[in-house]
């Protein structure tokens, strides 16, 4: 059988013309964009500030506003730690800085909050409800006049949900602090608008909208006044933010993968949207006992992450040994731990493990979803029995 592919939130391929914009960048035009001394660099920089722009309209900002790094990861730390570093270096004990998060929220982010834990600043895990969406007047409670940051995804991960950024964004503005967004999933289908929705930085990455990997951009709203400490040092590249030699093909990439992204994401989310749509439907009629993880709406319109009674997500992976799909985060494939993300949603460990997340393609096909339906409803159905739960 041919192989099948859904796991897009974990990466996706390369566009064939994010590959073409990248490739002279690798060989004739293979200039240093800080090299302003000679054409090479010149061309060089050129091909920077016009990915940058791209990445700019991608997410409603300004030119100026994006810093190119080596992805989401690096730019969540350079937002949580950069915020609050400069804040120390303005004479603030750690004590005196907060930050605020969701306990569903990527390793990207809990990791670096709990290192800031560990050197005393203290740190709000925010619940959320069952369906995955917070619950605005708890974290209003939670955000106080003597918060630095609020840090929460704008699409989940592994369960799709959208929060609602504008409505976080106020609570934020109100006491005084930052937002800041990881949309690293979002921005690939879903209209960000920073200025719009009161976000004052924004975390993306080039590899979850067909660019490639190994490059991503902090996005930090000048007209916000941020106060952020670089993390690399070493020549003051990125306007001193972010020290390092450019990687010219891998932004010209990221840039041509924003401008597609923004030309077809409203298209994309409504066709890929009807195709999930289309898997839930298959899997609800075809297989019982099957429960939709995270609010139905508002949701990526590429997520699907459903929980099957009585089996395992990864018994599930290994049964469907001629699909790309995943339990769960890619950055946690190798724990055999239940999902954090679903266990913030109140289920058990069994629950949580039973669970698989589906990410699809924008060139995903009915005839696709169809197949994945089609080994789905025949595999549960067998492990179910190996496991005495027939039915």
Known sequence: MPRLYFDAHATTPCDPQVVAAMLPYFTERF???ASLQHPYGWEAQEAVEAARQHVAALVGSKLRDVVFTS?????????????VEARRAEGLAPADLHVVTLVTEHPAVLDPCARLEHEGVRVTRAPVQS????DLDRLRSLVTPGTTLVSVMAGNNEIGVLQPLADIAAIAREAGAWLHCDASQ???YVAVDMAAQGIDLLSCTAHKIYGPKGVGALVVRRASK???AAQHLGGGHERGLRSGTLNVPGIVGFGEAARLAVRRRAEDALRVGALRDRLWTRLREGVPDVHLRGAASPRLPHNLNVGFDGVSGRDLVLALTDVAVSPGAACASTSAAPSHVLLALGLDEAAAKSSLRFGLLRTATEAEVDALADRLIAVVPALRR?????R
């Open 386 to 390: 190996q496991r005495g739960m027939a």
């Open 131 to 134: 369906d995955g969406l917070v």
């Open 186 to 188: 979002a921005t690939g």
């Open 71 to 83: 992805g989401a990861t690096e730019a969540n730390n350079l937002a949580l730690r950069g915020v």
């Open 31 to 33: 200039g240093n964009a």
């Open 226 to 228: 941020v106060s952020l």
